[in-house]
C-alpha cells in the first residue's frame, strides 16, 4: 500500500518540475521564441522591402501575442509600391511545440486592428494583382483570421502628383487557413474552407479621370460561391454640357445607378490559377440617362473591336455562363449640330440574357463557337420591342446575326427624337407591325425589313427656326409626302414595299451605332425617304 508520505513526495517533485519548467519557459524559452519570431520577420525584409513595428509582447503560457503599430512597405524608385499599416495585432492559441519542433506556425486566432492597406501605382497601366512567381511560405495553420475595420487606397502618381484612384473601407473573415509552398493547394498557395470579405462606401475614378464610380457596399462568400453589390453608381463629373468640352471630343456623360448586381457560381480556386470561372451575372434595377453632345468633333481613337476581336484581346481565359439584365430603364440624349435642344428616345422595362461569354476553346467549341443574346423592352414607354443576336467567339466566315420584331404603335411617339436629331416631325401614322432580320461581319451589314404602316404625313423642320412653320417647310413637307414618302405599306396589299438593309460600316463608331443605322437603312428604303447627306464625324 502506497503511504500517505510517498504520495506528498510525489506531487511535491511534480510541482517542483512544474514550476521548474514554467520558470525556464519564462526565464530562457520565451526570450528565445521572442528572438527567433524577430529574426523571421527581419529574414523577410529585403532591399526595397521594410519591416517596423513599436512593440512585440510573446506569452507562451497563453500562447498570445500581441504586436503594435506594425507596418511593411515596400519601396522602389519608378515602380509601383505598397504599405500596410495596423495599429495592433493579436494572437491567440500560438502551438509552441509545432513551431519549436516542426516550424510550423499554428494559431487559433489570428486579429488585425484596422489595417491600412496603401498602394502606389508608377502608372494607371500597372496591375494591382500581379503575382509573383516562386513565392516560399511557411507552413501556417491559423483557425481563425479578423480584419477589422480596414481601409485601402489606390494612388497613382503623375509627374510628381499623387491622386486617389480608389479608396474604401473593408473587413475579412476567414477560417481553416493553411499554407504550404511544398503541397499542393486548392487555391495555388494556400487551402481555405470559409471566407468573407465585404468592402464599403468604394469610391474609383476612371482612367479617363472624367467619371467615377461609388459602390456602398460589396461582398464576396467563398462558401456561396458569390459577390453582391448594393448600390453601384457611375456617373460623370462635370456637367452634360461641360464633359465633352473639357475632354475636346464627343463623349458620353453619363448618370447610371444599378441597386443590386449579383455574381453566382465565382470559383475562387479557379480563379487562384487564372481562370476566370463564373455561372452567373445578375444585373437588377438598372437605371441609365446618357447624353452626347454631337456639335463637337468625333474623337481620333481605335476601331471598334467587335465581341470575337474583343475576346481574343483578354489575357486571361475567361467564362462566362449568363449574363442578365432585368427590370433596367435607358434614357439616350442627344444634341446635334443646329439642333436648338436634344432629342431623347428611351427603353423602359428592359430585359436581356446573354449565353456563353468565353474565350475558352474547349467551352466554345460545345456551343459551336456561338454566344447569344435575347433582350425585349418597351421602346418610348410604347410598344413592345424584341430582338435576338447570335456572336461568333473567333474570327470565322460565320456572320453576326440580328432578328426582332416590333409591335403597333402610333409612329408619333417617335417625335422627341425625330424633331431634335433628324429635323423631321411624324404629323401622324400607325405601325401596324415590323420585323428585321440581317447579318453583319467588320465591314457590312445586310439583311431585310418587313415595317408594315399606314397613314404617314412628316412634316420637315427648319434647322434655321426649329419650326416646321413657314412657306419653304410648308413646299418641303408637301413635296415629301405626296412625292416621296409612301403614305401606306400594308402587307396584304401588292405594292408593299420590303425594305432593304444595306449599311457599311463605321469602324470608330459603337456596335449601337452600327445596329441602329443598318435598322435605319430599312426604314427609309420602306418608307422612300433617302438619308440626308453626313459628313464622317456624324452618326
Known amino acids: ?29 520565451d526570450p528565445w521564441i521572442e528572438s527567433q519570431i524577430k529574426d523571421r520577420l527581419r529574414s523577410l525584409e529585403k532591399d526595397s522591402l521594410t519591416i517596423t513595428y513599436k512593440d512585440l509582447d510573446i506569452d507562451l503560457l497563453s500562447g498570445s501575442m500581441i504586436l503594435k503599430d506594425g507596418s511593411v512597405e515596400q519601396h522602389t524608385d519608378g515602380q509601383s509600391n505598397f504599405r500596410i499599416t495596423v495599429e495592433k495585432v493579436n494572437v491567440s492559441g500560438f502551438d509552441i511545440i509545432s513551431y519549436v519542433f516542426s516550424n510550423k506556425i499554428v494559431l487559433d486566432r489570428l486579429e488585425i486592428d484596422s489595417p491600412n492597406i496603401r498602394y502606389t501605382l508608377a502608372t494607371r497601366a500597372d496591375s494591382v494583382a500581379n503575382s509573383h512567381s516562386g513565392v516560399q511560405l511557411p507552413k501556417i495553420m491559423i483557425e481563425l483570421i479578423q480584419l477589422k475595420d480596414g481601409v485601402f487606397s489606390i494612388v497613382e502618381v503623375k509627374d510628381s502628383v499623387s491622386a486617389i484612384v480608389a479608396e474604401g473601407k473593408f473587413k475579412v473573415t476567414a477560417g481553416d487557413l493553411a499554407t504550404d509552398s511544398t503541397a499542393t493547394r486548392n487555391y495555388k498557395y494556400f487551402d481555405l474552407q470559409s471566407l468573407n470579405i465585404q468592402a464599403s462606401d468604394v469610391n474609383y475614378v476612371m482612367a479617363d479621370s472624367l467619371h467615377n464610380m461609388h459602390i456602398k457596399s460589396i461582398s464576396y462568400n467563398l462558401n456561396e460561391e458569390a459577390i453582391r453589390v448594393d448600390s453601384l453608381h457611375i456617373r460623370s463629373l462635370y456637367k452634360k454640357y461641360e464633359l465633352a468640352r ?60 467587335l465581341l470575337h476581336q474583343a475576346l481574343a484581346d483578354i489575357p486571361s481565359p475567361i467564362s462566362i455562363n449568363t449574363i442578365e439584365l432585368k427590370k433596367a430603364n435607358v434614357e439616350y440624349q442627344e444634341h446635334v449640330a443646329e ?45 413592345l420591342l424584341k430582338a435576338s443576336f447570335s456572336f461568333p467567339l473567333i474570327a470565322s466566315e460565320q456572320p453576326y446575326t440580328v432578328s426582332g420584331s416590333l409591335q403597333e404603335m402610333d409612329l408619333t411617339a417617335f417625335n422627341p427624337m425625330l424633331e431634335r436629331v433628324a429635323f423631321t416631325s411624324i404629323e401622324k401614322g400607325r405601325l401596324v407591325d415590323l420585323d428585321f432580320d440581317f447579318h453583319y461581319n467588320t465591314e457590312q451589314a445586310n439583311g431585310k425589313m418587313n415595317f408594315s404602316y399606314e397613314d404617314l404625313k412628316i412634316n420637315t423642320i427648319s434647322k434655321a427656326t426649329n419650326s416646321s412653320k413657314g412657306a419653304g417647310q410648308d413646299i418641303k413637307s408637301f413635296i415629301a409626302n ?58
Not at 253 to 264: E, G, H
Not at 485 to 510: C, E, M, Q, T, Y
Request: hydrophobic fraction near 45%.
Open 1 to 29: 500500500m502506497i503511504s500517505k508520505k510517498f504520495v506528498i513526495t510525489t506531487a511535491s517533485v511534480f510541482a517542483a518540475m512544474i514550476v521548474a519548467a514554467v520558470v525556464a519557459i519564462l526565464v530562457f524559452v
Open 246 to 305: 473639357v475632354a475636346g471630343h464627343e463623349l458620353d456623360w453619363m448618370d447610371i445607378y444599378n441597386p443590386a448586381v449579383t455574381v453566382t457560381g465565382m470559383r475562387l480556386a479557379s480563379i487562384a490559377g487564372g481562370f476566370y470561372d463564373i455561372d452567373n451575372i445578375t444585373i437588377e434595377g438598372f437605371d441609365a440617362v446618357l447624353f452626347r453632345d454631337k456639335r463637337l468633333p468625333f474623337p481620333d481613337k481605335p476601331d471598334t473591336k
Open 339 to 383: 439642333g436648338g435642344e436634344p432629342g431623347n428616345v428611351t427603353f423602359n422595362n428592359l430585359y436581356a440574357t446573354f449565353y456563353n461569354f468565353t474565350n475558352v476553346d474547349s467551352i466554345a467549341k460545345s456551343v459551336k463557337y456561338t454566344a447569344h443574346m435575347d433582350a425585349q423592352c418597351n421602346i418610348m414607354g410604347n410598344s
Open 482 to 539: 405626296l412625292l416621296i414618302l409612301k403614305k401606306n405599306n400594308l402587307k396584304d396589299k401588292d405594292d408593299f414595299r420590303v425594305g432593304d438593309i444595306d449599311f457599311a460600316r463605321h469602324k470608330k463608331k459603337s456596335i449601337f451605332n452600327y445596329w441602329w443605322k443598318s435598322l435605319l437603312t430599312g426604314f427609309r428604303s420602306s418608307t422612300g425617304l433617302s438619308a440626308p447627306k453626313q459628313t464622317d464625324e456624324e452618326d
